[in-house]
C-alpha cells in the first residue's frame, strides 16, 4: 500500500500515544471504524511549520489531525480552537475547506489538545513555481487559488456566525505590534533591517485601518488543495493565523513570490523562489485584475506597499519563530536549521517595497486592459504560420481543386494527394506540427485559436500542421486519460501523422441531441467487450488511413457510459456526405466487434466524462477556424463587390451592400472576441470554468460566419453556389456547426442555466 505523500513516520520529538487516540476516536468520533482494534494508522506531515499534523487511516477511512507542538511556546499561538471554529462555520457556508469533525481540549488523551478534518484528496504543491504540470495549466492553477481568495473576502462575519471572531478596528496596528511582539520574542541576534522595518510600518499604517472581513492570514499554494485532475480547488488548509481584518492582507501575501529577493537561490526552501520568468505564472496586473473581478471590487493599490511589506515582515517573523524553534528542539519542520539565514534578507526586501511607487514586479508582463495577450512564443509561432500559408499553402489550392475534380469518380477520391504528404513533411520540419495541444506545442488555448483561425482560411491547412478534427480531439483523449500501452500504440502514431481517426457517437436511430439517449451497447465478457449498434456522422471514417475509432457505448444493464478504441481494419462503413479530403461523414454498423479490456479508456462508467473533456478546446479550434474562413468569405464580398456594376454603380456603392460589409465586420469582431475569451478562461481557469463562454461561442460564432457567407453568395450571384467560388462548401459545412458538438437549443439551455447559478450566487454572497 502506497504512502500518504509528503509524509514520514512519526518523529521522535512529537511522538504520542496512539492507542489513546485511537480508544478515543471510537468513543467520540462518529462512523470511524471500531475494528480491527490496534490498526490505527498514524504518519506525520513534512510540512506544517507550526501545528504538527497528522494523516490518519484505518480501515477505508482517512482523518488529518492538527495539535499544538509540545514544549514551550510563544504567547497567543497555536490557537487550534479558532483553526477548528472558523473551518466548520466556512464548511458549513459551502467554501472549500476540509470538513471539521471533532475538537478535543482534553489534554491528557495526546499529551496536547487537537482536531481532527477529514482527508481531502487531492494534489498540494509544495514549489511554488509548479514545475510538475505545464504552462496552461500552471496559469489555471494560480487563477483558481486567487479566485477562490475573492470567494472567501466576499463573506460577512456575521452570515458566517463568526461574531467576535476578531478584534475589531485597527489590524494593521495590530498585525505591526503582534509581529514585532513575536520577532523579538524569538530574535536570536540583533537584526537592524527587521527594526527599521516595524518603525516604517508603524509610522506609514493606512487611513481608516477599520476594514473587517475574514482573512485567511497564511494564503500560499501550498496551503490549498487542488483536484487530482482538474485547476479547481478542493479545500484550503492552515487556518492558524485567520482572523478579520483588511482582505489586501491575503492577496499580498499570497503574491508576496513575485517580490522574493533573488539572492534566496542558494537555500534549498521552495517557497522562497521568485516567480519571474516562470513560464505559465500569471503576471500580478492579472492577479490584480481576476481578484478584483471576481470580488465585484475595484482595485484600490495605494497601499499595495505596505501590505507586501507588512507581508514580508511577517514571513521573517514566522521564520525567526521557526529557527528559535529549532534552538529550543520542538521545531515540526525538518528543514528548522535553514531558516536562521533568511531573516535579514527578507527583511532588506522589505524595506526596499517600502519604496515601491507602482506594482511591477521587474518581469515582464502585460497591462489589464490589453485583452487576451498571446504569449511572446505564441506571436512568433502565428507569425511562421502565417508565412507559412502564403508561401506553401494557398498556392497549392489550384493543385488540390483539380485532383478532386479529376477523381471524383476514382475510388483515388478517398486517398489524399502526395502534395499534402509533402506539405506535411514541410511544415514538421519548421516546427509547425501539433500547435493544438499545449503539453507538446507550449502554447495555451489563446495562442493555438489565433492560429486556428489562420488554417480556417484554408479548407484542408489544417492538416498540413496536424491540427485537424477529429484528429486533434482523439489526441487530446489519449494524452488525457490514455494508459501507456495506449498512448504507445495509438497516441504515438497519431502524433506522428503515421494514421488517422474517427469518434463515433451520434447514431441514426435515437435523437443524439440528448446524449442518454445512446443505444449502441458495449458489454463485458470476460477478457473482452462486445460492441453492438450503429454509429452515423462518424466523420473521416472514409479516410484509408483510418486505422481505430473511440467508441461511445453504454452496458445496456447498468447504462454506464464506456469510452473504448475500436480498430477499424477491413470495416466497410457507408458514406452520409462525400466531403472527400476530410474522410467523409459516415454510417458505421459494429456488428458483435470484441476488443480487448485493456482498449478501455479511463475506465467504467467515465464515458460521458471523456466525451465532455475533448469538447472544451476542440469547439474553440472549430469557432477559430470558422473565423477564419469568415474572414476569406468577406474579402470575397467587397472584391466581387468592387469588380461588379448594377443599374450605374459599383455594387459596394450601394447602401445595402455597404451595410451587409459593415455588418459582416462588427460580426466577425465580436465573434473572434468571445471565442478568445472562452480561450483565455480555458488557459487561466480551466475548462470547466469556461462551461458558459464555450457554450456561447458554440451558438455565436457559426451563426456570425452564416451571416457573413449568405451576405458574400449574395453579391457573387449565381456564381456563390458554383465551384467557382468555395462560398457554397463554406456555407455547407459551417452549418453543421450547429448541429455537430451539441445543438444551438442544447447550449442556449446550458448558458441559460450557468447564468442563473451565476446570478444567484452573486446575490447570495452580497446578502
Known amino acids: ?440 506545442s507550449g502554447l495555451g488555448q489563446v495562442d493555438y485559436a489565433l492560429i486556428a483561425e489562420e488554417t480556417g482560411k484554408c479548407f484542408f491547412a489544417p492538416e498540413v500542421f496536424n491540427c485537424h478534427a477529429p484528429d486533434t480531439g482523439n489526441m487530446e483523449v489519449l494524452h488525457l486519460y490514455g494508459t501507456e500501452d495506449q498512448k504507445k500504440q495509438w497516441l504515438e502514431p497519431l502524433l506522428e501523422g503515421e494514421m488517422s481517426s474517427c469518434f463515433c457517437m451520434t447514431e441514426p436511430d435515437v435523437a443524439s441531441s440528448d446524449a442518454t439517449n445512446m443505444e449502441c451497447s458495449i458489454q463485458r465478457d470476460g477478457d473482452r467487450y462486445i460492441i453492438n449498434g450503429k454509429k452515423w456522422w462518424s466523420s473521416g471514417a472514409g479516410n484509408p488511413n483510418c486505422k481505430f475509432a473511440i467508441v461511445m457505448a453504454r452496458d445496456k444493464n447498468t447504462s454506464a457510459s464506456r469510452c473504448c478504441l475500436c480498430p477499424l481494419g477491413g470495416s466497410s462503413p457507408e458514406p452520409l456526405l462525400a466531403d472527400y479530403f476530410h474522410g467523409g461523414h459516415f454510417e458505421v454498423h459494429f456488428e458483435n466487434v470484441q476488443v480487448p479490456v485493456s482498449h478501455l479508456i479511463l475506465g467504467e462508467g467515465r464515458g460521458f466524462e471523456i466525451a465532455q473533456g475533448r469538447l472544451g478546446p476542440g469547439r474553440i479550434h472549430h469557432c477559430m477556424r470558422s473565423i477564419g474562413a469568415a474572414e476569406m468569405a468577406l474579402q470575397i464580398l467587397c472584391e466581387r463587390s468592387a469588380q461588379r456594376t448594377t443599374f450605374g454603380k459599383k455594387l459596394y456603392q450601394h447602401e445595402v451592400v455597404a451595410h451587409w460589409i459593415a455588418e459582416c465586420r462588427i460580426a466577425i469582431e465580436q465573434a473572434r472576441l468571445l471565442t478568445l475569451k472562452a480561450a483565455s478562461l480555458i488557459d487561466t481557469m480551466g475548462n470547466r470554468a469556461a462551461r458558459k463562454e464555450v457554450s456561447m461561442i458554440k451558438v455565436a460564432a457559426p451563426q456570425a460566419v452564416l451571416k457573413v457567407i449568405d451576405c458574400a453568395i449574395q453579391v457573387c450571384g449565381g456564381a456563390g453556389f458554383s465551384e467557382d467560388f468555395p462560398l457554397a462548401q463554406m456555407f455547407a459545412y459551417i452549418r453543421t456547426l450547429r448541429v455537430a458538438d451539441g445543438p444551438d437549443e442544447v447550449h442556449l439551455s446550458t448558458i441559460a442555466k450557468l447564468e442563473l447559478l451565476d446570478q444567484a450566487k452573486w446575490l447570495t454572497a452580497h446578502l
Open 1 to 440: 500500500m502506497a504512502a500518504e505523500p509528503d509524509t514520514t513516520e512519526v518523529r521522535e520529538r512529537h511522538r504520542f500515544d496512539q492507542g489513546a487516540l485511537e480508544e478515543y476516536l471510537c468513543r467520540h468520533l462518529p462512523g470511524f471504524p471500531l475494528q480491527p482494534p490496534g490498526a490505527l494508522l498514524v504518519r506525520q506531515y513534512s510540512s506544517g511549520q507550526s501545528n504538527p499534523t497528522f494523516y490518519l487511516k484505518k480501515g477505508l477511512s482517512t482523518y488529518v489531525l492538527r495539535k499544538k507542538p509540545h514544549g514551550p511556546l510563544l504567547p497567543q499561538a497555536h490557537k487550534i480552537d479558532r483553526e477548528y471554529r472558523v473551518q466548520k462555520a466556512l464548511f458549513s457556508a459551502g467554501f472549500p475547506v476540509p470538513e471539521p469533525l471533532l475538537y478535543c481540549s482534553d489534554v491528557s488523551v495526546i499529551g496536547t489538545e487537537f482536531y481532527v478534518m477529514q482527508h481531502v484528496q487531492g494534489r498540494i504543491f509544495r514549489n511554488v513555481a509548479l514545475p510538475e504540470v505545464s504552462p496552461a495549466e500552471r496559469s489555471a492553477l494560480y487563477i483558481a487559488a486567487i479566485q477562490t481568495l475573492a470567494q472567501l473576502h466576499l463573506f460577512s462575519i456575521n452570515s458566517l456566525g463568526l461574531q467576535g471572531y476578531g478584534r475589531g478596528p485597527g489590524y494593521c496596528k495590530r498585525q505591526v505590534s503582534t509581529w514585532r511582539k513575536q520577532y523579538k520574542a524569538a530574535a536570536h541576534t540583533d537584526i537592524p533591517a527587521m527594526n527599521d522595518l516595524a518603525e516604517w510600518l508603524m509610522n506609514n499604517l493606512p487611513a481608516g485601518d477599520d476594514e473587517e472581513h475574514l482573512i485567511h492570514g497564511d494564503f500560499r499554494i501550498d496551503n490549498i488543495v487542488f483536484h487530482p485532475t482538474e485547476a479547481r480547488v478542493l479545500a484550503v488548509l492552515d487556518w492558524e493565523l485567520s482572523t478579520t481584518g483588511h482582505p489586501m492582507a491575503d492577496f499580498a501575501y499570497f503574491v508576496l513570490p513575485y517580490f522574493w529577493p533573488n539572492d534566496l537561490k542558494h537555500l534549498n526552501i521552495k517557497n522562497f523562489l521568485n516567480l519571474g520568468h516562470i513560464a505559465g505564472i500569471p503576471s500580478l496586473e492579472e492577479m490584480i485584475s481576476v481578484y478584483t473581478r471576481c470580488g465585484g471590487t475595484t482595485p484600490s493599490l495605494s497601499n499595495l506597499n505596505f501590505f507586501l511589506a507588512l507581508s514580508i515582515f511577517k514571513v521573517a517573523s514566522i521564520v525567526q519563530g521557526i529557527y528559535a524553534r529549532y534552538l529550543l528542539g520542538n521545531s515540526a519542520a525538518e528543514n528548522s536549521h535553514e531558516f536562521g539565514s533568511l531573516v535579514k534578507p527578507l527583511a532588506e526586501r522589505g524595506l526596499q517595497l517600502t519604496t515601491m511607487t507602482s506594482c511591477t514586479t521587474g518581469f515582464q508582463s502585460y497591462s489589464v486592459g490589453e485583452l487576451f495577450e498571446q504569449s511572446q512564443k505564441g506571436k512568433e509561432v502565428l507569425q511562421k504560420v502565417k508565412v507559412f500559408m502564403e508561401k506553401h499553402v494557398f498556392p497549392a489550392q489550384k493543385e488540390m481543386a483539380e485532383y478532386y475534380v479529376r477523381n471524383k469518380n476514382s475510388p483515388d477520391i478517398w486517398k489524399k494527394p502526395a502534395l499534402i504528404a509533402k506539405l506535411k513533411e514541410m511544415a514538421k520540419a519548421e516546427g509547425l506540427w501539433n500547435l493544438f495541444l499545449p503539453a507538446i
